[in-house]
T-cell receptor, first 112, second 112 residues
């Protein structure tokens, strides 16, 4: 079974401070990991995926297979980063049908 | 280009009533999904479909039914509403793998 755990329901930081949203996963094969974000009154949208090794809006995330983690990081948080963040996992293999397993979500609040 | 459209946006149901949550996409995506979002619980997959005429249960299918008669539409049916079904429901679609889901704006359902 695959599982995604985001241990922090709420995370508060001040503007300009570094931020790290934790994500741990459980999966026996080679997972694909994603971060989704939901800003206030907006739809969930894809922020980044591990296979792209990209930086979006200053956020990065590295897949650590040894620690089974995919933490989301940003060196200098901005007020507009305040949102709900979801870590998600897609199992490999033909039967997964693109299904994503989501974590519980972390509400990030960046104070001025 | 509308993307994924969900209707209604809000609905209050009485216990035992029935309703259908509508979801339509105009991107010719083959995969479609229904999730529910509960506070502190993240998103849970209710049902999914890999193409017209093909549906399957997700993690929390009890109390729900779906159909996929066309590529565009994937309605979710609640037959006998219960308070436990109070939630925000999201429809999503994707094409191929890995899934960059496109989400709808959600339906907030309250059962009283």
């Amino acid at each position: 079974a695959q599982r995604v755990t985001q241990p922090e329901k709420l995370l508060s930081v001040f503007k300009g401070a570094p931020v790290e949203l934790k994500c741990n996963y459980s999966y026996s094969g080679s997972p694909e990991l994603f971060w989704y974000v939901q800003y206030s009154r907006q739809r969930l949208q894809l922020l980044l995926r591990h296979i792209s090794r990209e930086s979006i809006k200053g956020f990065t995330a590295d897949l650590n297979k040894g620690e089974t983690s995919f933490h989301l990081k940003k060196p200098f948080a901005q007020e507009e980063d305040s949102a709900m963040y979801y870590c998600a996992l897609k199992g490999a293999g033909g039967t997964s049908y693109g299904k994503l397993t989501f974590g519980q979500g972390t509400i990030l609040t960046v104070h001025p | 280009n509308a993307g994924v459209t969900q209707t209604p946006k809000f609905r209050i149901l009485k216990i035992g009533q029935s309703m259908t949550l509508q979801c339509a996409q105009d991107m010719n995506h083959n995969y479609m999904y229904w999730y529910r979002q509960d506070p502190g619980m993240g998103l849970k997959l209710i049902y999914y479909s890999v193409g017209a005429g093909i549906t399957d249960k997700g993690e929390v299918p009890n109390g729900y039914n779906v159909s996929r008669s066309t590529t565009e539409d994937f309605p979710l049916r609640l037959e006998l509403a219960a308070p436990s079904q109070t939630s925000v429901y999201f429809c999503a679609s994707s094409y191929g793998s890995p899934p960059g889901y496109t989400f709808g704006s959600g339906t907030r359902l309250t059962v009283v």
